[in-house]
């Protein structure tokens, strides 16, 4: 058993004389820092504006909204597979993928050829014409779902595909009432905000008709990990909290923003019992944990051996390319015939083809089985941080998308917030890039492309080893 020890408050000022020792000392015997895998790969000298430059750009023509990461933010200018270079050519090992977005690595040159060769012949065209682009790519995307899900409407983005779920789910069953769980994250329009259950992710405007149940949070919730448990919350808001008839349920298998967490064993299914009696249907947002990114399945849905209604997807949908989906059954597609419903660039031939491929590259690498392998390779190795550092409150997830949490008191599960940022910077400075989230903000997002390898994990935990060594 490990050995719970009182840790002293974490101080960012005495961490940076540390770490400029540990620079000093680095500097002096190299051989003690971990060593990044080999790669066969140089990128071309970049002559384009510095990092001051067009951070300077940023701050005075775009919004202020958009942040960055790091007190001093990398300028990325090269990608390649797993991997990421600076303008100064230094390359650094991509764990976070773009937010799980980059599934087949990064320029992955098939999805490439797609994209070079379809914008060289058209562009743009809409789809009020004929192309065999977007009718291929349907036609392969369905064939990856179960049962009647086989009618697709592409998007430009996940926010954009549960907008729409949300739309047709409402109209579909006759009634606005809609279930979501708290700590979720589905977008930020109108109706997606609303569906969202994260305070920092939702503005004051008009939000209507949600309802947000207990999150089945096997950390942090209050009945572990019985789903059946969380499960009956849902059925008392469709009791108490409405007319009894609802729209919809929407969730995520895993939650990716909320920081890696996956829903309770026996949730989904007593869930959907539920809400399908009450006239709704089910929507499972797989924009973040679809596309093989778990290992075991294809969909994050499929673990829970459920089958929903309508499916929305984006992200991992394109590889980087802007490209989003919602896939449902031919009788409730036809409720967008009766009124006009379109979209400019949805379906687009540039981003379809993008998409086909990147299917064909899931298949003919693949890369769900090494999503599983590797995937698992890596969990295992974080759970031994985990029996070695106190601050490690949870290890979950699975795939390649994983969550490490860290907390000051693992009786209380005080969030570590500071600490969570020094050790981003401090993996960061040894060339691992990973991502955060939860709603306290004190999770690792990992969420690698799906090429990773062994030799990548044990960078990956060697260099996290060295780093929470340090707080």
């Known amino acids: 058993m490990m050995m719970m020890t009182r840790r002293l408050p974490f101080s960012p000022r005495l961490a940076a004389a540390s770490k400029s020792t540990l620079s000093q000392a680095a500097r002096e015997n190299d ?9 066969d790969y140089s990128p071309p000298p970049y002559t384009g504006p510095s990092a001051d430059e067009i951070l300077a750009k940023r701050r005075q023509f775009l919004n202020p909204a958009i942040f960055h990461f790091f007190k001093k933010p990398l300028c990325l200018v090269d990608g390649k597979r797993q991997y990421l270079f600076d303008d100064k050519g230094r390359r650094y090992l991509d764990a976070f993928g773009g937010i799980a977005t980059v599934g087949c690595g990064h320029s992955h040159p098939e999805v490439v050829e797609a994209v070079v060769n379809q914008i060289k012949r058209l562009q743009h065209s ?47 069953s006759g009634c606005h009432d809609v279930i979501s769980i708290r700590n979720g994250y589905h977008g930020n329009a109108a109706g997606t905000m609303g569906a969202t259950a994260q305070g920092s992710y939702k503005f004051n405007v008009v939000q209507t008709g949600v309802h947000h149940a207990l999150n089945p949070d096997q950390y942090r919730g209050v009945f572990g990990s ?18 009894g008839h609802v729209g919809a349920f929407i969730a995520e298998a895993v939650q990716g923003v909320g920081g890696i967490m996956e829903l309770a064993p026996g949730y989904l299914p007593a869930v959907y019992n539920t809400i399908r009696k009450a006239g709704g249907l089910c929507i499972a947002d797989e ?41 449902t059954t031919p009788e409730i597609a036809k409720v967008l015939t009766y009124r006009s419903y379109f979209n400019t660039f ?7 083809a993008a998409g086909h491929a990147v299917l064909k590259v899931i298949e ?85 492309p799906l090429c990773f390898t062994k030799e990548d994990a044990d960078f990956l935990v060697d260099v996290m080893d060295y780093s929470l060594s340090k707080v």
């Open 287 to 327: 924009v973040q944990s679809g596309f093989a990114r778990t290992g075991s399945h294809f969909w994050g849905f499929e673990a829970h051996g459920v089958v929903p209604d309508i499916v929305t997807m984006a992200k991992g949908i394109g590889n980087g390319i802007p490209l989003g989906a919602v896939i």
């Open 346 to 352: 949805g379906g687009n031939p540039v981003c379809t």
């Open 126 to 172: 809409t789809i009020l014409y004929l192309n065999p682009a977007i009718a291929d790519f349907a036609e392969a995307l369905a064939s990856k779902f179960p049962g009647d899900l086989k009618v697709v409407f592409f998007t430009n983005s996940g926010t954009e595909a549960n907008e729409l779920a949300l739309m047709m789910a409402r109209l579909y």
């Open 364 to 448: 003919k690498e693949q890369l769900q089985q090494n999503a599983l392998t590797v995937g698992s390779y890596l969990k295992d190795r974080l759970l031994s941080l985990k029996d070695k550092y106190e601050i490690i409150g949870d290890v979950r997830g699975r795939g390649m998308m994983l969550g490490i949490e860290l907390v000051t008191d693992h009786q209380l599960k005080t969030p570590a917030k500071d600490e969570t940022l020094y050790v981003m910077e401090q993996m960061k400075d040894m060339g691992v890039l990973i991502g955060k989230g939860g709603f306290f903000g004190n999770v690792f997002r990992i969420t690698p």
């Open 226 to 243: 019985d789903g059946l448990k969380y499960a009956k919350d849902v059925e008392d808001i469709v009791t108490y909290g409405t007319s």
């Open 31 to 39: 051989s003690l820092l971990p060593k990044m895998p080999p790669f």
